[in-house]
C-alpha cells in the first residue's frame, strides 16, 4: 500500500482571551456563565481573594482551542483540537511544520521526536507547547487512521475489551449514578488557606453523597493541584470513612517529593492520583516513581497519543493504573487498547451536570458520549478518531 505524503499543516484558533464570547470546545473550561466547572473551584490561586470564587478570573481560559489540520497530497485530511488557541498557532505555523511538510503519513513518531527535541529549549515537560506537540500528533494519527480507513484504537493494536466504562467528573454524582456512571468526582471548593473548617465543608458534602449514592458507588475529590501534603493528608484522613476512593492532584505537577510523602500518609487503601498537568514520558517516569497509584495523563497535553501509549507501558511495566484525563475520542481510543485502563472519565461540560453535553461540544460534529455510562468499541468504528470538525467561527491567523 503506497502512502501518501503529508502536502501541509494549517493551525486555526476558537475561543480564548482575543474572542467577544466563550467558546468551549477543546478549551472546555473556556464556558459560559453560571457553570458548575468554575463555581469556586479550589485552585493555586484561591489564597487570594479576588480570584477565589472563579478559575476564569485569573485566566484559565484565556488559551482557547487549538486545531491543528494536516493534508495528504491525495488530499485527504486529519484533524485534532486541545488547549492552545492563538499562540498554539504561532509554533505550528512558523515551527513544527517543518517537521511534518513533505514527510509520508505514516511517520508519526519520526515526526513526533523532532518535534519534541526542536523544542526542548523552550518547552519544558509540559504547557502550551507540549499541548500543541500533542495536538499535531494527534491530527497525524487522525489522518494516517482517514488513509488507512482503520479506527486509531486498531491502528495501535486493538481493543482489549468490548465496553469501556467511565466515572463522570462533575458537580453532582448523584445525578451520575442516575445515568449508569460508576463513580462522581468532585472538584475541591476549599483549600489550605480555608483551615480546618474546609477540611470539615469538604467532608460535609462527601457526606451528603455517600449517603444519597449509597455504600459502593465510587466518591473521588479532584484538588486541581491546590492543596500542601499537610491539607491533603488531613483531608484524606477526614474522608476516609465516606469510602473515597482517590483524591486526584493535590499538589503542584513538580512537587514530586511530596506526591511519595502523600502515598506514604494517606489511609490505607485510598488511592493517589494526578498527571493530568504533567507533559513528556520523563516526567510519568517520576511521576511513577512515587508510587502514586493511578497516571492520569490528557493526551491533549502530555505529548499526543504517541507519549500516552509510552506512559502506558511504563505504568504497566509498575503495575499502575492510567486513566487519562477526560480527552473524549482522544483518549476513548488510546483506552480501549490499554490492559491497565479499566475505566475512563467523562467530564460533564453540562452547566448544572443534567444532560450529558459532548465535552468537546461544539467542535467536534459525531462525537460520541457514554449511554449508561458505558461505550461499546463499535461506537469507534469510523476512520481515525471517527470525529470531523465544526469549521464555524475559526481563526487561521498565520501563514507559512
Ligand atoms: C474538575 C477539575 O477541577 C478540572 O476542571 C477538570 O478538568 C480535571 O481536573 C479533571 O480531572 O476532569
Ligand atoms: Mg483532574
Known amino acids: 500500500m503506497s502512502l501518501p505524503k503529508i502536502k501541509t499543516v494549517r493551525a486555526y484558533f476558537a475561543g480564548g482571551a482575543t474572542a467577544d464570547k466563550a467558546a468551549a470546545g477543546g478549551d472546555y473550561h473556556d464556558q459560559g456563565a ?10 493555586p490561586m484561591s489564597k487570594y481573594k479576588q480570584y477565589e470564587q472563579s478559575r476564569q478570573s485569573f485566566g484559565i481560559n484565556v488559551l ?103 466515572y463522570a467528573t462533575g458537580a453532582r454524582p448523584d445525578l451520575a449514578q442516575q445515568m449508569g456512571f460508576i463513580g462522581g468526582k468532585m472538584a475541591v471548593q476549599w483549600g489550605p488557606h480555608d483551615g480546618d473548617e474546609g477540611i470539615r465543608k469538604e467532608v460535609a458534602r462527601i457526606a451528603h453523597y455517600r449517603e444519597s449514592c449509597g455504600p459502593d458507588f465510587w466518591l473521588m475529590l479532584d484538588c486541581w493541584m491546590s492543596q500542601d501534603v499537610n491539607f491533603a493528608t488531613k483531608l484524606a484522613h477526614a474522608c476516609a470513612p465516606y469510602n473515597v476512593k482517590w483524591l486526584e492532584e493535590c499538589l503542584p505537577p513538580q512537587q514530586f517529593e511530596g506526591y511519595a510523602q502523600l502515598k506514604q500518609q494517606a489511609p490505607q487503601g485510598m488511592l493517589i492520583t494526578s498527571g493530568e498537568h504533567h507533559g513528556t514520558l520523563q516526567s510519568f517516569r517520576t511521576l511513577a516513581e512515587t ?71 461544539p467542535l467536534l460534529i459525531n462525537e460520541p458520549v457514554p449511554v449508561n455510562g458505558r461505550m461499546h468499541k463499535s461506537v469507534l468504528d469510523k476512520p481515525g478518531f471517527g470525529v470531523e470538525l465544526n469549521r464555524d467561527g475559526l481563526k487561521r491567523p498565520y501563514q507559512h
Open 34 to 43: 453560571n457553570h458548575w466547572i468554575d463555581d469556586h473551584v479550589a485552585t
Open 64 to 166: 482557547g482551542t487549538l486545531i491543528v489540520e494536516v493534508e495528504a497530497d491525495n488530499g485527504q485530511t486529519g484533524f485534532a483540537i486541545t488547549t492552545g488557541g492563538e499562540m498554539g498557532c504561532f509554533i505550528v505555523e512558523k515551527h513544527l511544520n517543518r517537521f511534518l511538510e513533505g514527510r509520508c503519513v505514516s511517520d508519526i513518531k519520526l515526526i513526533h521526536d523532532q518535534m519534541m527535541n526542536a523544542t526542548l529549549y523552550y518547552a519544558g515537560s509540559g504547557g502550551l507547547v507540549m499541548n500543541t506537540i500533542s495536538c499535531v500528533d494527534l491530527a497525524l494519527w487522525d489522518l494516517f487512521g482517514k488513509v488507512t480507513d482503520l479506527p486509531v484504537y486498531k491502528l495501535l493494536g486493538g481493543a482489549v475489551r468490548d465496553e469501556l466504562q467511565f
Open 291 to 361: 508510587g502514586i497509584d493511578i497516571l492520569q495523563p490528557d493526551v491533549g497535553w502530555c505529548g499526543g497519543l504517541t507519549t500516552l501509549v509510552e506512559v502506558a507501558a511504563l505504568a504497566k511495566s509498575r503495575g499502575q493504573l492510567v486513566v487519562p484525563h477526560g480527552s473524549s475520542v482522544y483518549s476513548h481510543h488510546a483506552v480501549f487498547t490499554f490492559t491497565n485502563s479499566p475505566f475512563s472519565e467523562f467530564l460533564m461540560t453540562s452547566p448544572d451536570c443534567s444532560t450529558l453535553r459532548p465535552q468537546f461540544d
